[in-house]
Each structure stands twice: as C-alpha cells, then as structure tokens.
C-alpha cells in the first residue's frame, strides 16, 4: 500500500536549477521528486537519473527521515561510476529503439513536466515524460508519495501514422544498481529473480553486497502481457526485449550471482492497431530485504511475516484435510 502525504508536500519537489535558453529556444532539463524515503531525478531522456552522472540518480533513505546523504555520503544507486537506466521497444516495422540517461536518444530528448491536480492521480510527486518514434509516441510517468518506498511508473505506447499500426511490439526496463559504491568503493550485488512473495517473472532485484540494500523491478500489469525478467553481465546497458522475454539469472531461493550487472524486465505486448495504445505498469521498489521486499514497498515486520507463514501453513492444513474428505 501507497502511503499518505498531504497535498502540501507537493512543495517538496525540488524542480533541476539552472534553465538553460539555447538560441533557438529553451534546453530540455531533467527535473527532481523528493519524498521521505526516495529521491530520484527524472531524465530529458525520460529515464531516471539527472543526465549522466550527474545527482541525484536514484536515492534511497531506508530510515525514512528524507536524509538522503547520511554523513555526507550520498545514497545514490545510480551515479557515479558508469550511471545506466533507460528503456526501449522492439517492433516489425521499427526494429530496436531505445533511450537512456547517459545520452542515448532513440525517442528524442524533452523536459519531463510535473503532474498536478486529477493528472497526479492522488499522488504528492508525480511526472510525466514523452518520446516519439517513426510509428507511434512513447511516454513514461513517475509517481509516488512521501511515505512510499517505491515508485509507480506508467509506461504507455501509442501506435499511430500507419493503417497497420505496430507489429510484434515488446517493452523492456533497465537499470543498474549500485547502492554500496559511494560508501564502501564496492561495485557488487546479489543478484537474484523472485524472492519469497513473487516469481522470477514478476520481479528482479539487486541488493549491495555490504549494506543489503536493494533495489528491485516488480511487474504490476498482471498476467496482460506475457513478461520476464533477466539479470544481464552487461550492467551498464539496455538488453533487446526479445533477449530479456527468454529470461536468465539465478530464480529465489537458488544463490544469488554476486557481481556488477544489470537488472531487466520486459512485456510482450504484440500487435497495436494505429491508435490505439498500451499501458504497462511496474515499480522500482526499495528495501533492506530482497527475500521480502516489494510486497507493500515496506519490508515486513517480523511479527508480519510471522503471522504470514501461519497463515499459510493453515491455509495447507485446510487443503489437505479438504482433499482426505473428498
């Protein structure tokens, strides 16, 4: 569950300084969301980060306190080093296309907008981003509130300009993790697919091989679109879609790969008739426990998990008295 936030804690979004004014018009700039337990840059490029390397990236306060550089050090997943997220589509008719933070541009490069009002959707940070392509328009919108530690993104793909529309379209997120460099110098993560609430298809995640903190993709369109996950040695990169949808990586409760690489998920989404469009649906989501993470964007209590696995192992009792009395 979402947590609450006051509509005035929408003054708490802090808009990327310094427009720039190019001669023939205003330079596309990347824009900041803050709540108490996320920070993150959103890119001209539509992905997160704040352009290349530059802060903030992705930034996560596991205390909730909003306290984003801890002694100084800042909890930034995803700059420096060799910064990457992005995102691409594979079709018939456009082959792959793909943008990223660090400059790649297949959708073209816009200022992200901030969504106010019904366009927030009842959410204190919220923002939106739009790229075009031959064949149709791609945009990805950002939302979450201060007592969240995930954040909701909204991918929606346009088919239009053609009578036949898209053909054979698939999506895939990418991103790589590294939550323990700024503070231990270390590059690794346990890497794994699934963990104890969801499936190798339905989530992939990361977590720093010194702090445990992790960052992982949840799937949150349901079983619409045929999708997978796939943990990739190229870390620093986006993978094609029909190479995440064959999937790859070490599955929960197998041990993790622990190493620099790449978290991946994609959505076969097939064919798009001109004008009409797709909604895809997931979450970065953060912890301090990749085996129970995601769940609520908060990691269960003890006494939760406690009574989870009660009410699981009664729930096999009933089962199995069922199936002796049939």
């Known amino acids: 569950m979402f947590g609450s936030s006051p509509a005035g804690t929408l003054a708490k979004v802090a808009v990327a300084v310094g427009l720039a004014f190019a001669s023939v018009g205003v330079q596309a700039v990347p824009l900041t969301l803050t709540g108490d337990f996320v920070q993150v840059g959103i890119s001209d490029r539509g992905s997160f980060g704040s352009n290349g390397s530059t802060a903030p990236g992705i930034r996560h306060d596991p205390t909730g306190t909003g306290n984003f550089t801890p002694g100084g050090i800042a909890n930034d997943y995803l700059t420096p080093g060799t910064p990457h997220d992005g995102f ?24 992200p907008t901030l969504l106010a009002g019904a366009a927030a959707e009842g959410f204190a940070h919220a923002a939106t981003w739009s790229g075009s392509f031959a064949g149709g328009t791609i945009t990805n919108s950002y939302f979450f509130n201060d007592g969240d530690e995930r954040v909701l993104i909204k991918t929606t793909i346009t088919a239009t300009g053609t009578e036949t529309g898209l053909t054979g379209l698939s999506f895939a997120r990418s991103t790589d993790p590294d939550p323990d460099v700024n503070r231990f110098g270390d590059f690794a993560t346990r890497n794994q697919r699934g963990n104890a609430l969801f499936s190798a ?3 992939v995640g990361s977590a ?3 702090s445990g903190l992790f960052l992982g993709f949840l799937n949150d369109s349901g ?11 190229s870390c620093c ?14 599955i929960y409760p197998a041990a993790p790969s622990v190493a620099d690489f790449g978290l991946n998920m994609a959505w076969l989404i097939g064919d798009l008739a001109a004008g009409a469009s797709a909604e895809i649906r997931y979450f970065y989501v953060f912890g301090t426990n990749i085996d129970t993470g995601g769940g609520d964007g908060r990691v269960p209590e003890p006494g939760t998990l406690a ?20």
């Open 307 to 326: 009574l989870l696995g009660l009410g699981l192992g009664l729930a096999s009792l009933a089962k199995r008295r069922l199936r002796r009395t049939a």
């Open 237 to 250: 990169s986006n993978i094609d879609p029909a190479v995440v949808l064959t999937g790859g990586g070490p």
């Open 208 to 210: 720093g091989a010194v």
């Open 223 to 233: 079983n619409t679109y045929v999708h997978n996950t796939r943990i990739d040695n």
């Open 88 to 111: 691409g589509i594979r079709s018939a008719s456009t082959g792959w296309i793909q943008n990223d933070n660090t400059g790649i541009s297949g959708f073209g490069s816009a200022s």
């Open 201 to 203: 298809e339905d989530f």
